[in-house]
């Protein structure tokens, strides 16, 4: 601690040279590309749209931006009501009939780059409300980004699904939990389903994944 | 603030019509409102709604009796456990069924906390809309306190499912009481300080003091029920006047307003949350002990222990979840006092398993009628205004 | 709610003034229904809202109920309340199936009026009178009378494995 103020000091003296200087420099610059240092600005600080629809609006986007599950910590706390100033839409409740064309047209309206999350069972597959009203899950009529399962999920899983969502938009989305674990390979097929009886391209590979675990 | 009349009449207006919503930061969901303007005056106002209709009623006619009680509590999505009462209640006196004592503490007590939250939600809601945005902040924090309660009771924070046809589906567990009984004693502390936050804030003052009065007689007739009914001075109360329940055996005073305006429904819903909090507070005292639901084996589920020992409970069990019980013919129309008005519900039975026809009268559909007339020759900020204490949750309106 | 003798009483002075209104009555589970011609139902209304005695003045909730496969099929159900008495009676009137109309109450219980609006969406009865008889809850555009029992509820099957190859 003494050593690095001892150096500091130096530096503004500018007395550090060769050596040192540069030290002091790797030590505080980092270098990256453009790319990862766009996505990075823009998964954290994404402006949500305030769209609520349903009963998952009492939990986002109200409930994520008061004080005990706190969007701002993510840099999200700026909701914006107006789709030209937005990136993100929180589809948060079931989608009906009427209110579809809405949406899609919110959506248009908003600049890229933009995503869409589909929060909660309603809105990511109609939920248990397979009728005539009840668009069936909003990825028929618009790309969503990240589904959040739960009815309604609760604040905090409507956090991690951001969590993965700006992953995503950092650039390296979260692929799922076999590639974290290192699980490729291991997928069963249900007797009789249409992906039973494997190609024999598929098999190999299969195996040979298979072999790579075991090694 | 300057009144309509004092117009100038030499400048020419026209009528202007503009659309506000469905997607819009201060309708309280997808309300869509069609608004004639003269300048900021407001000549005639046509709400339009519909836009999450979701088709509960119909769903409800293919599912078994069990099976409705999720769906129907998803219409008013605010006031969950009293469309399940309501539903519940139906069914129970079209079966003959009696509920036992302490299922009915229990389910006022749980009514009670489910009035308070959307008394809170409302508050938290309007106050962002008039612009005293820390509101939000302290009622939902209240808010909170009370979702932790329904999970720990139940499971969940939103939709719980907790009222089943004879009772409860689950006593209350341990420590339950504990956390409820520091709620209670906390809860009129917090009601203070909204008051104090809003009470003499002159702004909100002028902003709902004398706007959107609409006479008594005038809501009577569009069928207004619920706080606004009482603001404008009528004592009407389902909780006193049809005894359901455990209202009867608890002792609380019903708030009244005098002028009807916004002012006074704000009023109105604060001091129902402190009598809320009493008659919580009674009906916690008096709980009985006992079974939390009904003993009859043919509408409801024996309890787990009993199907590893006894044949009949298994089949029971069986037939209740495959099938569903049945039904004997006829209809029953039930109704309680939810936070926004008079709760009804309508089933006609028809002899089978699933319910022919289940319709609820929802008292935000029909509140949202006197919108028009609060609303007319006012401001368009009085409006809007006008719109967060009529406090509409359209879950309930476009079921 | 009135018990079964007011019911039938009542029955009775509205069979006085207007005869021919009242088809049947019924009490069933502590609830009081009349039928009543539809021809005559604001006469039936107007007399139980403004007759000292009976004065039913808040009008609690207007729907229709689909009574498949029993006939009449559509019935239109008044329920009135007496706010000074604490009581409820349930007023029915029964549709044809063909043309199910009715005249509108919106001028004696102005209530009535997105109720009726709701009937009309749902179950395609025509209320006489009304002053806006258009689509509520549906798009404007919709066609179909969703809560008729005979209309499908919609919706997508849920996909399974061994589904699956039924969807694409």
Redesign the interface.
């Given at each position: 601690m003494r050593s690095r103020q001892l150096r500091s000091r130096d530096m503004l003296r500018g007395d550090l040279e060769g050596e040192d200087l540069e030290r002091f420099v790797e030590e505080r610059v980092v270098m990256t590309n453009f790319d990862k240092m766009l996505g990075w600005a823009r998964a954290n600080s994404m402006f949500p749209l305030t769209f609520g629809l349903a009963c998952c609006a009492i939990e986002a986007p109200i409930s994520i931006v008061t004080a005990r599950y706190d969007l701002a910590r993510f840099g999200a706390e700026a909701l914006r009501a107006s789709p030209r100033q937005a990136d993100m839409i929180i589809l948060s409740g079931r989608v009906s009939i009427k209110m579809a064309p809405v949406v899609r047209r919110l959506y248009d309206q908003m600049l890229e780059p933009k995503w869409a999350m589909a929060m909660g069972a309603c809105s990511s597959s109609a939920g248990m409300f397979s009728n005539y009203a009840v668009v069936q899950g909003a990825d028929k009529f618009m790309p969503v980004d990240i589904y959040v399962p739960g009815c309604p999920p609760r604040p905090e899983a409507v956090l991690y699904g951001f969590n993965k969502l700006q992953r995503k938009v950092m650039g390296s989305p979260d692929q799922g939990w076999r590639r974290r674990y290192n699980a490729e390979g291991t997928e069963e097929w249900a007797r009789g389903g249409p992906r039973s009886e494997p190609s024999p391209e598929a098999a190999e590979a299969y195996e040979a994944a298979r072999a790579s675990i075991r090694a | 603030m300057a009144s309509p009349e004092t117009q100038t009449p030499e400048t020419t207006s026209e009528v202007m019509t503009i659309n506000i919503g469905p997607h819009h930061p201060a309708t309280h969901g997808v309300l869509r409102l069609v608004v004639d303007l003269e300048g900021e005056l407001v000549r005639d106002l046509k709400p339009v709604v519909g836009y999450v209709h979701t088709g509960i009623e119909k769903s409800c006619e293919s599912q078994s009796y069990w099976k409705v009680i999720p769906f129907v509590e998803r219409m008013d999505y605010v006031s969950y456990f009293f469309q399940m009462e309501a539903f519940c209640g139906a069914v129970e006196r079209l079966v003959d069924l009696e509920i036992p004592p302490r299922a009915r503490y229990l389910r006022t007590i749980f009514l009670e906390l489910n009035r308070i939250h959307s008394h809170l939600v409302w508050l938290g809601t309007t106050g962002l809309d008039l612009g005293a945005i820390s509101m939000l902040w302290y009622c939902f924090r209240e808010r909170d306190k009370i979702l932790d309660l329904f999970e720990m009771a139940t499971g969940q924070r939103m939709h719980t499912r907790y009222f089943q046809v004879g009772g409860v589906i689950e006593d209350i567990p341990l420590g339950f009481e504990a956390k409820l009984r520091e709620f209670i004693a906390d809860m009129p502390v917090r009601i203070g300080q909204y008051e104090d936050l809003l009470d003499r804030n002159e702004i909100f003052l002028s902003r709902t003091k004398g706007v959107g009065i609409v006479s008594r007689e005038r809501l009577l007739e569009l069928g207004v029920t619920g706080p606004l009914l009482r603001a404008a001075g009528e004592p009407w109360d389902l909780r006193k006047a049809f005894d359901y329940l455990a209202y009867p055996e608890v002792d609380f005073k019903v708030p009244v307003g005098t002028v009807g305006d916004n002012y006074d429904r704000y009023r109105v819903r604060l001091a129902e949350m402190v009598e809320s909090v009493r008659i919580i507070e009674q009906a916690l005292d008096g709980l009985p002990e006992g079974p939390y639901i009904a003993d009859d084996r043919k509408y409801v589920l024996p309890p787990r222990s009993e199907l590893s020992t006894s044949m009949e409970s298994l089949i029971h069990h069986f037939k209740l979840v495959t099938e569903g019980y049945r039904v004997e013919a006829g209809e029953v129309y039930y109704s309680i006092e939810g936070p926004r008005g008079e709760l009804g519900c309508f089933v006609l039975a028809d002899g089978s398993s699933k319910p022919a026809r289940v319709h609820y009268r929802d008292p935000s559909f029909v509140n949202l009628q006197a919108f028009r007339d609060m609303s007319v020759d006012g401001y368009v900020a009085d409006m809007i205004a006008s719109l967060g204490m009529l406090d509409p949750i359209l879950g309930g309106v476009d079921r | 709610m009135p018990d079964a003798p007011g019911l039938e009483l009542i029955r009775g002075e509205i069979e006085m003034d207007h005869p021919g209104a009242v088809l049947d009555s019924s009490f069933?589970?502590?609830?009081a229904a009349l039928v009543v011609a539809p021809e005559h139902i604001l006469a039936a209304l107007t007399w139980l809202r403004d007759s000292p005695g009976h004065e039913y003045?808040?009008?609690?909730?207007l729907?229709a109920?689909?009574?498949l496969p029993a006939e009449p099929r559509f019935v239109v159900?008044y329920?009135l309340l007496n706010?000074d008495r604490?009581e409820?009676l349930?007023v029915k009137a029964p549709l044809d199936e063909q043309e199910p109309e009715i005249d509108s109450c919106v001028d004696l219980?102005?209530?009535?009026?997105?109720?009726e609006r709701?009937a009309y969406d749902?179950f395609g009865i025509v209320f006489r009178g009304h002053p806006e008889l258009t689509?509520?809850?549906?798009?404007d555009d919709?066609v179909g009378w969703?809560?008729r029992?005979d209309?499908?509820?919609?919706?997508?099957?849920?996909k399974f494995?061994?589904n699956?190859?039924n969807y694409g």
């Open positions: - | - | 069933d589970r502590g609830q003045r808040f009008l609690s909730s729907h109920v689909d009574y159900h329920e706010r604490v409820r349930r219980f102005p209530t009535a009026n997105f109720q709701e749902f689509r509520i809850l549906l798009p919709y969703p809560l029992r209309f499908p509820i919609g919706g997508e099957p849920v494995t061994y699956e190859r």
